[in-house]
């Protein structure tokens, strides 16, 4: 069941929908829904938002032109990153 939304791509939604309505711990789960999400908001920092920042900040230094697309995506990025830090921390 769970492996559905994975592949499927709808996890994310479905893990802060568990936690905004109060879903409690179901049987046959390692974890409770509000630790499930956390652990994977961090993952999702740690292996997607840093490197893709990074791979993007280099790109826009070894560039010898820089269009405002790339800074946008930059910036949007970099935004992204923070604020999923900032719901972690919150």
Not at 21 to 28: Q, V
Not at 57 to 75: G, M, N
């Amino acid at each position: 069941h769970e492996q559905l939304y994975i592949w499927t791509l709808v996890k994310p939604g479905v893990d802060a929908w568990r936690v905004a309505s109060g879903t409690e711990h179901e049987e046959g789960k390692t974890i409770d829904p509000m630790r499930e999400l956390y652990t994977m908001k961090v993952m999702e920092l740690v292996a997607e938002a840093v490197p893709g920042t990074i791979i993007q900040l280099s790109a826009i230094l070894s560039s010898k032109s820089v269009t405002s697309h790339a800074i946008f995506s930059f910036v949007f990025c970099i935004f992204t990153a923070s604020f999923t830090s900032a719901i972690l921390s919150w």
